[in-house]
């Protein structure tokens, strides 16, 4: 029955590790599959556990089961069948220019941290991208809308601005007055350009996200999803359409 004990362990550790990670979000992951990650992990403490305990024999086997057991994974989820039990689909954090807050806090993931993403990948207002997702390796993709894709210098008319970031003025409903001041406004001048968004200053609560632009103009996204979910020119990558 000792036997049992080194193929019933290894597997036991790494169902469990899987379940945690998944539990823990996509970020956790951070450009690695759930059950890659899983793997690396109890692999490492397979080898180094048992030396420790002067216990090479168990350290090779655990090694070998518990790789075993991750090519086992790695052809399962390869079986449609398997394949939306054993892997998370893609979350949308931005679609349409409108931030999907839902699929933030799915992915535990901050409006700071998402306009950081952005920056990262040349965007610096949410209102210019199509759709954005967090894949299931916790790396953010982002598709811009088709007049705000970057322009190649060799394209007709293409005439380069200076780099600006959007800045924030008003994240989750709290008025940011650092960097009100910043751009030399006051609230008057933001609850005036909120009015112009037909949001009020009561309402102020349900602004996902305002920021200054270029133009020296306000740019609100709310609490308003708007219908972004129908039509076949809103298609998600995974399994939830």
Known sequence: MEI???IALPIYLILLGYILTRLSGKKAVSQMHSYDLVFVTVLGSAI???IAQDSAWKATWYSLA???FYLLLSRLILINKFKSTLTATP???IRGG?????GLKSVKMTIEELLGELRIKGFVNPADIDIALMEETGKVSVIPK??????QSSDPEFTPKPAFVSIPVIIDGEILHHNLKFVNRDENWLFDQLQHWGIRKQDIKHVTLA?????????VDNDDTHDHEKGINNYKPGNEN
Do not use: H, M
């Open 4 to 6: 049992l004990k080194y």
């Open 66 to 68: 518990v790789v075993l």
């Open 98 to 102: 409108d931030i999907d807050k839902d």
């Open 211 to 219: 920021v200054f632009t270029q133009d020296g103009s306000l740019q």
């Open 91 to 93: 979350t949308v954090l």
């Open 48 to 50: 180094s556990e048992p």
């Open 146 to 151: 088709v007049n705000n894709r970057n322009k």
